[in-house]
């Protein structure tokens, strides 16, 4: 019996030595984000990557997804930077601190559609220029580009269908130099306000409006303390995925092919979900008794002609007008490929 015993707990200890030895090979990839896990584009594109990279790695890699309560965008970054986390995505403007080029992505009415950005940000030649310099100067490899939606004029003077319907207003502003920029050039006073006071200063009067997203509009509590939104739709904002380099080529061909495809599906239902929410949460804030209002392709074109000669002079200044204007002529290449113009 005694024997029968010490057999049982030999081949147990050979088994928890396995399952051990097997555990201790499998690589950890944490995908940080500061958002909390929710019923949003975010979370499902994580959770999709999360099940397509353990399934096609056969669990050689075990994602680990790490929502909210582990710093800012900044922090985050610097983290992928240092190999204690290896994925996050971000929007571009988180890149700023690493990598002041990334400003170029600020410029008021660059894009016309997500469509149009998307497609520049995949297949734009200059792109592979600007992914491999982010390498080279921040050590944070993109693996990913996907879309966190335009932002929007929202005030409470009156509705904004022209340039001169900004003049006088005063806006909460992020602290970003390009933004207070583009709200000088179109007349408003520029009031940086964190965010989370934002509502209540709005609500207060302390300042007529500001801009955002409409998610943002929604989720921030403005939805509840302005009286109109004006979809002019002044810049967009992009999203990228970014991993560890000295992760991402530690693993075998497989795996790392495994986690591109990853990548791939996460941009995929983000675009998809982001487009999707854009559409549903003006459509809630108009349903919250927001008079919402659609600026026309030519009132786009009168906001850029008044705003972007003085961004594009003052990203000129601080990037070098040479890398400015050939971002911007990319991508006047890729409007005109994708509608014929």
Avoid: C
Wanted: hydrophobic content about 45%.
């Amino acid at each position: 019996m005694k024997r029968s015993v010490k057999l049982l707990a030999g081949v147990a200890a050979v088994a928890l030595s396995a399952m051990v030895s097997m555990s201790a090979q499998a690589e950890t990839l944490r995908f940080a984000t500061t958002l909390p896990e929710a019923d949003n584009p975010e979370t499902h594109a994580m959770k999709a990557f999360e099940q397509y990279v353990e399934f096609h790695t056969n669990g050689d890699i075990d994602v680990q997804l790490l929502h909210g309560g582990v710093g800012g965008d900044r922090e985050i970054l610097e983290s992928v930077r240092n190999g204690i986390f290896q994925m996050t995505a971000t929007t571009d403007g988180a890149l700023a601190s690493f990598y002041p080029g990334v400003q170029v992505f600020s410029m008021p009415y660059l894009f016309r559609s997500t469509r149009h950005a998307v497609e520049f940000m995949n297949n734009a030649p200059v792109m592979d220029d600007f992914v491999a310099d982010v390498e080279k100067e921040a050590g944070l490899r993109i693996v990913g580009f996907a879309a966190d939606g335009f932002r929007n004029f929202v005030n409470n003077k009156h509705p904004i269908k022209t340039p001169a319907d900004v003049e006088g207003l005063k806006l909460r502003s992020m602290e970003s130099p390009v933004m207070i920029a583009l709200m000088k050039s179109l007349g408003a006073a520029p009031t940086p306000i964190p965010f989370p006071e934002s509502a209540m200063a709005i609500r207060q009067g302390v300042v007529d409006g500001g801009e955002n997203p409409p998610s943002t509009v929604i989720n921030g509590g403005w939805a509840e303390v302005i009286k109109y939104m004006s979809l002019d739709e002044h810049i967009f904002s992009a999203v990228f995925a970014y991993a560890n380099p000295a992760f991402l080529d530690g693993l075998s061909e497989q795996n790392r092919a495994a986690v591109l495809d990853g990548v791939n599906l996460y941009t995929t239902i983000m675009l998809a979900g982001k487009g999707q929410g854009y559409l549903s949460d003006t459509q809630k804030i108009s349903d919250m008794g927001v008079e919402v209002y659609v600026n026309s392709p030519d009132e786009k074109k009168a906001f850029g002609e008044k705003a972007q000669k003085p961004v594009r002079e003052f990203l000129s200044e601080e990037l070098g007008a040479d890398y400015v204007d050939g971002f911007l002529a990319a991508v006047s290449d890729t409007e005109a490929k994708l509608y014929g113009e």
